[in-house]
């Protein structure tokens, strides 16, 4: 056992040396949680001194991410569509989203990097071009800085591989295990961002509006005519309602003020008809 810990030592010692240049280890590294974890903070700090040397040597592949917004004006939407879509298929794009109506389409595209610019040229050059806006993101540090990440946790998980083959303590196997997991999980999601990183990267964003401003404009005319004549008549027929309520409520007293009249007068009590029989 004892055999086994030095080993462990001497192989992070080493890998830390390799990484900042000479730097002492101290702790050993399967007696507590903390001590497993040591690696890590000097994968760490070894990253921004790798990064260096390498983007060093990379600077002419700068990785950028263009996303353009783009607003056309047409007066036929579905002719500027389909040649739009001849011309994407032309540049090796494709629809990333497609949203329509009759008078507009709303376009997500994505296309190689180095047919980004030419496809701006053809819209500009075929259809009225109403706004367009290019928006650049330099990620190269990001991408880099990620790439190493996963290199520095390839090479410590290899070493916390063989660490294990060589454990012989339940405790150890379960403590290394859990830094493996650990370290497998960050590499996978590293990978998966470095991916995305890449394609946004290769593909740029073009986001396309089609419109028909005329047409738009006459369909809000109707509408705004549909409304109108729905307001009024919601309108005529409300002042028919409050004169028919109106008028009952006024009438009502009016009615009974008469109907009293000839009750007392001409019906049973019949005041007016005593009378003129006294009289006749």
Do not use: W
């Not at 946790?153 to 070493?159: F, P, S, W, Y």
């Not at 405790?171 to 650990?182: A, F, G, H, W, Y």
């Not at 998966?192 to 028909?212: E, P």
């Amino acid at each position: 056992m004892k055999k086994f810990i030095f080993a462990v030592i001497i192989l992070l010692s080493l890998f830390s040396c390799s990484s900042k240049g000479g730097s002492e280890q101290n702790g050993n590294f399967l007696s507590t949680t903390s001590s497993i974890s040591a690696p890590q903070a000097r994968m760490k700090e070894s990253t921004s001194s790798d990064y260096a040397s390498d983007s060093s040597e990379k600077t002419a592949e700068r990785k950028l991410i263009v996303s353009v917004d783009i607003r056309v004006n047409s007066k036929d939407v579905e002719k500027s569509y389909k040649s739009i879509e001849e011309k994407l298929k032309e540049y090796n794009g494709y629809f990333d989203n497609v949203e329509s109506s009759k008078n507009r389409y709303h376009l997500t595209i994505r296309i190689p990097k180095e047919n980004l610019y030419a496809f701006i040229d053809f819209i500009e050059q075929n259809e009225k071009v109403e706004n367009k806006n290019i928006n650049t993101q330099d990620v190269t540090e990001t991408y880099y800085d990620t790439e190493n990440r996963i290199k520095n946790r390839e090479v410590l998980l290899e070493k916390l591989r063989n660490y294990l083959r060589e454990a012989r303590n339940i405790d150890e196997i379960l403590k290394v295990e859990d830094r493996i997991n650990t370290l497998t999980y960050e590499i996978e999601t590293m990978k998966g961002n470095l991916k995305n990183l890449q394609s946004s990267v290769d593909y740029s964003r073009v986001t396309l509006n089609i419109l028909n401003p005329e047409a738009i404009k006459s369909s809000t005319n109707i509408y705004n005519k549909y409304l109108n004549l729905i307001s009024f008549l919601k309108a005529f027929f409300s002042g028919i309602l409050f004169f028919l309520v109106g008028f009952t409520a006024a009438a009502i007293p009016i009615v009974l003020i008469l109907a009293l009249f000839y009750y007392i007068c001409f019906g049973k009590i019949g005041l007016i008809k005593k009378l003129y029989n006294k009289i006749k």
